[in-house]
């Protein structure tokens, strides 16, 4: 019979797990994010750090380190040869063991960091072949782990996973926040862009720490701490990111969302078998710079990632376009603005030529406005359009509307 996990008081207010794929180019500089764990937690004993590294890093040939880190210390490590990180039944346990972890050291909440290449609505977590692991996947690795701890564990029903760090390119993005909001994650910090490796700073775990009964305070500190950060590269000092975000993902409110951003969708699409507002609708998408704002970016999917909240305010403020369309298109704005926590970006990101990201406030949305820009790494594996929140929202209705 399953003995209960003993959760004698504990100074732990955080278990933070970092989920790190170093089976890429990424390896030896995202290695900080292990060594950053170590320095934060010897400055603040209320974290612990579950970790899973796979890495060559420390040895000739690739393989999967596990061990935690607290009070500045690694602990219980196990290597075995090397794991495939983008398999959605191995992040299902490393969540169970993030778990396991949390109650075991009392922990109040438990939050996970995804560590390697992202596509946006493509997914993260890069596979061996240079695709992705789908949202879908991710979402469902979740809650497939807290379903292994709970059923390990029936005496700590209810714990679950508080949050999400993508420690990835371009994962703030409304598809991201559904799959996960939809598998009980309250929050995601993330950015819509692509990040500067080492990227996001492991501090952003005392952040959390420090302000685990105040969301905003919380969010304020994290998109603080990464927008600040700098990283010594070839180039001079690099800030990790363009923009960043800590969005709310309460059910209530991603509904509402989803709701919205259907809702115009339809108005919207059904508007454009009018020639002329079909035009409208187009030009204005494509004034709204997607992702990938740099010159060799402009082969790149993501360049149909728009911020949603300026998307829809564009066709809000346009005179051309009916009252329904835009009343509709500032709906969705309203929604999708009410998830945002905190924001911070850049006004003139310098590795991207100088590229400005006033408007990049919040999440991205999928929205090509012409067919090359649907899909175009499909052949590849990575794809926007095959998951619940494009399905739900009518995203193909509109796009086959005006692309």
């Given amino acids: 019979m399953l003995q209960p996990i003993s959760s004698s008081p504990s100074r732990r207010t955080l278990e933070f797990g970092i989920y790190r794929d170093g089976d890429n180019n ?19 004993s209320r974290i612990q750090f579950t970790v899973e590294d796979t890495t060559a890093t ?23 040869k090397v794991r495939e990180m983008s398999d959605e039944h191995n992040l299902a346990a490393f969540i169970a063991r993030t778990l ?49 701890h709970e059923k390990a564990h029936p005496e700590d029903t209810g ?16 598809g991201f926040a559904d799959a996960l909001s939809h598998v009980g994650v309250k929050y995601l910090a993330a950015s819509p862009e692509t990040m500067i490796a080492p990227g996001v700073p492991t501090n952003v775990a005392h952040d959390i720490a420090e302000h685990e009964d105040d969301p905003r305070a919380m969010a304020r500190a994290v998109t603080g701490d990464v927008m600040q950060s700098k990283f010594d590269s070839a180039f001079g000092p690099l800030r990790p990111a363009a923009a960043f975000d800590v969005l709310d993902l309460d059910a209530t409110k991603i509904a509402r969302a989803d709701s919205a951003i259907k809702r115009f969708n339809d108005t919207a699409a059904d508007a454009a078998a009018d020639p002329k507002v079909r035009n409208a609708i187009k030009s204005d998408f494509d004034s709204v710079d997607g992702m990938v704002r740099f010159p060799e970016g402009q082969s790149l999917p993501w360049r149909a990632d728009r911020p949603a909240i300026e998307a829809y305010d564009t066709i809000a403020n346009d005179g051309r376009l009916s009252q329904g369309v835009r ?7 309203d929604a999708v603005h009410d998830l945002v926590l905190a924001h911070r970006e850049s006004a003139s990101f310098e590795p991207f030529d100088g590229a400005g990201y006033r408007d990049a406030v919040g999440p991205t949305v999928h929205l090509p406005t012409s067919h090359r820009q649907i899909d175009p790494w499909a052949r590849n594996g990575v794809s926007e359009t095959k998951n619940a929140f494009y399905d739900a929202v009518d995203q193909d209705k509109l796009v086959r509307a005006i692309a």
């Fill in 159 to 174: 714990r679950h996973v508080d949050g999400v760090v993508a420690n990835q390119c371009l994962m703030s993005t409304m």
């Fill in 100 to 148: 396991d972890n949390a109650q075991a050291s009392g922990a109040k909440q438990t939050w996970i960091e995804l560590v390697d290449h992202g596509g946006g609505d493509g997914g993260g977590l890069q596979t061996r072949d240079g695709s992705c692991m789908s949202m879908p996947d991710i979402a469902k690795a979740i809650a497939d782990g807290a379903a292994l």
């Fill in 327 to 333: 009343t509709s298109a500032r709906a969705a704005s």
């Fill in 26 to 44: 990424l390896d030896a500089i995202q290695e900080n994010a292990v060594s950053q764990a170590v320095q934060t937690s010897a400055r603040d």
């Fill in 58 to 80: 420390h040895g000739s040939h690739i393989h999967t380190d596990l061990f935690t880190i607290d009070d500045g210390e690694i602990g219980r490590v196990a290597a075995g």
